[in-house]
């Protein structure tokens, strides 16, 4: 099994060209799945549906969450998907499970004052305080999730035109920067990212203060840090930065596919959960105009 599952890796790395987080999930969960097979002494390539209910079973029993048990599945299927392909077993055992149904939950959002109250936080009096400022407008005015914002290099930035280009695995995207993002961000590119890199070599637009790529976690520390110094009592994290750059887009009465290819969602569905957010406002000028509502 270690062998299949190797070559199973690299054709999701290599063929697929899955991202290095979505990589690793996998990994995990093959990983996680083989030792239930070692210990209740099952072959892997004769296991039958009931047995791989089973430990979609005996993950419930451990206290894994509905979602954790869906990906599960997905990344088993997945590999016995790529096992059938290759010949290495006759059928796939995950063929007629379902996924575990799962509520789709509201996301946190921040309101405008929120995000304003946040935003003013950093000041840019010092190098940290020009990255913050820029990184945060960045983040709010773009709606990119935190990986991709940490992946970006100057070169995917065009100041003149006002776009970011997001790319991540075999995927593209242009989203366009506000204002007030390009201001701060133009600032720390030509005031505090010069100092800030310790090498002329160095492509991460968004560096630490050791002058490296910053890191997911580097990111998370400095969006809490600035909450906390806005006393403002939600959790507040880099992706609920992501959630109010979609609600807001909706209540101002944006186009919901041109939200859903900013955010890069693949499925509108993905898109469709901030029509809930939705400003009652709108909805009645629709009811009030439409000859049909």
Known sequence: MEKQFKLFLEFLQNDKKVSENTLQSYRRDIVYYTKYIETNKLNYVKVEEEEIKGYLDYLKSIGKKPSTISRNLASIRSFYQFLVKNKKTKKDPTEGIQSPKIEKRVPSVLTSKEVELLLNQPKDVDLKGTRDKAMLEFAYATGMRVTEIISLDVGDI?????????????????????????KALKEYMEEARPILIKSEEEPALFVNING???????????????????????????????????????????????????????????????????????????KKAHPRA
Request: charged content about 20%; aromatic content about 8%; hydrophobic content about 35%.
């Open 212 to 286: 490296q790529r910053l890191t997911r976690q580097g990111f998370w520390k400095i969006v809490k840090y600035y909450k906390e110094q806005a006393h403002i009592d939600k959790d507040i994290t880099p992706h609920v930065l992501r959630h109010s750059f979609a609600t807001h887009l909706i209540q101002n009465g944006a186009d919901l596919k041109a939200i859903q290819t900013m955010l890069g969602h693949s499925d509108i569905s993905s898109t469709q959960v901030y029509m809930q957010f939705q400003d009652e406002s709108l909805k009645n000028v629709y």
């Open 158 to 182: 065009d100041l003149e035109k006002g776009y970011v280009n997001c790319h991540v695995a075999n995927k593209q995207r242009s989203i366009p920067l506000g204002t007030m993002s390009l």
